[in-house]
């Protein structure tokens, strides 16, 4: 029951299931975090473990995904409910070139907004010439990238670098599953986190606010 049945729904594909179950939680007063953390994300380690032991396809991680973003959608309002009414900063994101994971940046992306952030989603799949003209038109404080691939992680580097090459004064930001403070530092990020929430604090911090 709880928070354990919206995993099982997540696990069963059962996009309505989970909509309807995530609004019966919000109506019993369960803590939105672990709605997310304990329901809807834990569930989607689970998929991708049965994908790697080849239970799961390409099909029902992206009816998983499909079920998960209805949950997100139904917790969205209060995911982004506002803590601050001045702007903090401008934040330009996106997950990069090749990837085409995106549940994790609309996460960090939602929760940055709902503390105080102007976001400017970019989108999947973004090259390292759109981060750095979007950095420029923008005139973003951050540029924040997600990464899913291993394949795909090198990829912000190429942008840490040409952000420096193009002399632009914006803070770089780095996360996503196989992303580490390891390999953040090694590539030059000013900031990295393991999660949205830490996302925030992170962006916070690299602003001084
Ligand atoms: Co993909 N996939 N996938 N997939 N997929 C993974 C990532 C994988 C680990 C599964 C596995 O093998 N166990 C594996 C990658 C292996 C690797 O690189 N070593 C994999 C693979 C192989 C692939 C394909 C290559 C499969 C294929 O086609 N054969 C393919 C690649 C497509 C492409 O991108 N070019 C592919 C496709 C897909 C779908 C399209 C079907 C779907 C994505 C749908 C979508 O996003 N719209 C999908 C899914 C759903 C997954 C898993 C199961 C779940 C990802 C997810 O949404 N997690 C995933 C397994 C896994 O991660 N355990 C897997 C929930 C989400 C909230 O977490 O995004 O990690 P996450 O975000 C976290 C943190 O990482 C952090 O905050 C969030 C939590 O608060 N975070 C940041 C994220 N970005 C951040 C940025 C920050 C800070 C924190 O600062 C800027």
Do not use: W
């Amino acid at each position: 029951m709880g928070v354990q049945s919206i995993f099982d729904a997540v696990i069963s594909l059962d996009s309505d299931k989970v909509v309807e179950l995530v609004k019966e939680e919000i109506g019993k007063g369960t803590d939105v975090s672990s709605i997310l953390e304990q329901g809807l994300i834990a569930a989607m380690d689970e998929v991708g473990k049965r994908f790697s032991e080849g239970q799961f396809f390409v099909p029902e991680m992206l009816l998983a995904a499909q079920a998960m973003k209805a949950g997100i959608d139904v917790l969205r309002p209060y995911l982004i409910r506002s803590d601050s009414k001045s702007k903090k900063g401008t934040v330009v994101i996106g997950t990069v070139k090749g990837d085409l994971h995106d549940i994790g940046k609309n996460l960090v992306a939602m929760m940055l907004e709902g503390a105080g952030f102007e976001v400017h989603d970019l989108g999947v799949d973004v090259d390292t010439d759109t981060f750095v003209n979007a950095a420029k038109e923008k005139n973003a404080d951050i540029v924040a990238m997600s990464a899913l691939l291993t394949t795909t992680m090198p990829t912000m580097e190429e942008v840490i670098k040409a952000i420096k090459e193009n002399q632009l004064k914006c803070k770089t930001m780095v996360g996503g599953a196989p992303v580490t403070q390891a390999f953040a530092s090694r590539i030059g990020a000013d900031g990295y986190s393991e999660d949205a929430p830490g996302a925030v604090e992170k962006a916070r911090e690299l602003l001084g606010l």
